[in-house]
């Protein structure tokens, strides 16, 4: 009967084992990389998030304020309207005993009706401020929102690359990366809007 032959595999093994180790030592270095980019970015993300919905609160606070301001001059012209009828009314007193009617009622109709114009002026550019408030505050809402869907983005990315780490699964890695690359996306098309 031959003598097996015998073939050193302990030293095969070894060999084995520290090329997969060095392989898995890059793509965790790698993973570790690439997750970090993305916590940075999140975390710029997550800022501007922050400050566009502060920002967008302000103007629609500050529009508010605006409206109120408007109706309180809205208020104000149908004040001097009522000061307006009711000079009318003493007028035509003044016409219904068949009297001429003593000039100051025209002359404050006429002041009345010049101050309603004034104050309806007013109003109307509060009003026209108070539309551009809004209209600033929804586009920064919806600038909040892309910020905060890229988050959204990178810490599913993260994750991902956390189970890739601990798997070693270079697939999943993979798709953390397409997930981080629509992150850094969205938020760049979000940041130049």
């Known amino acids: 009967m031959p003598e097996d032959v015998e073939i050193e595999t302990e030293n095969l093994r070894?060999?084995?084992?520290e090329e997969v180790e060095r392989q898995g030592g890059n793509l965790l270095k790698t993973i570790a990389v690439t997750t970090a980019i993305f916590a940075a970015i999140a975390a710029v993300?997550?800022?501007k998030a922050g400050?566009?919905?502060n920002e967008a609160l302000m103007l629609q606070t500050e529009a508010t304020r605006l409206q109120a301001e408007a109706s309180d001059q809205w208020a104000y012209y149908q004040a001097k309207g009522i000061k307006a009828a009711v000079q009318e009314s003493a007028r035509t007193s003044w016409?219904?005993?068949g009297k001429e009617p003593p000039s100051q009622y025209?002359?404050?109709q006429k002041r009345y009706a010049k101050e309603q114009a004034d104050i309806a002026k007013?109003?109307?550019?509060?009003?026209?401020?108070?539309?551009e408030k809004v209209a600033e505050a929804a586009h920064?809402?919806?600038?909040?929102?892309?910020?905060?869907?890229?988050?959204?983005l990178f810490q599913v990315a993260i994750a991902?690359?956390?189970?890739?780490a601990l798997s070693r699964n270079r697939w999943i890695w993979f798709f953390s990366l397409l997930l981080g690359i629509a992150g850094v996306v969205l938020f760049l098309i979000t940041l130049w809007q």
């Open 14 to 17: 070894e060999a084995i084992h």
């Open 45 to 47: 993300a997550a800022l």
């Open 51 to 53: 400050g566009t919905a």
């Open 95 to 97: 016409l219904a005993i």
């Open 106 to 108: 025209a002359d404050a």
């Open 122 to 131: 007013t109003a109307k550019e509060k009003e026209h401020a108070r539309d």
């Open 140 to 152: 920064l809402l919806h600038r909040h929102h892309g910020f905060a869907n890229s988050v959204a």
């Open 160 to 164: 991902l690359g956390a189970v890739a």
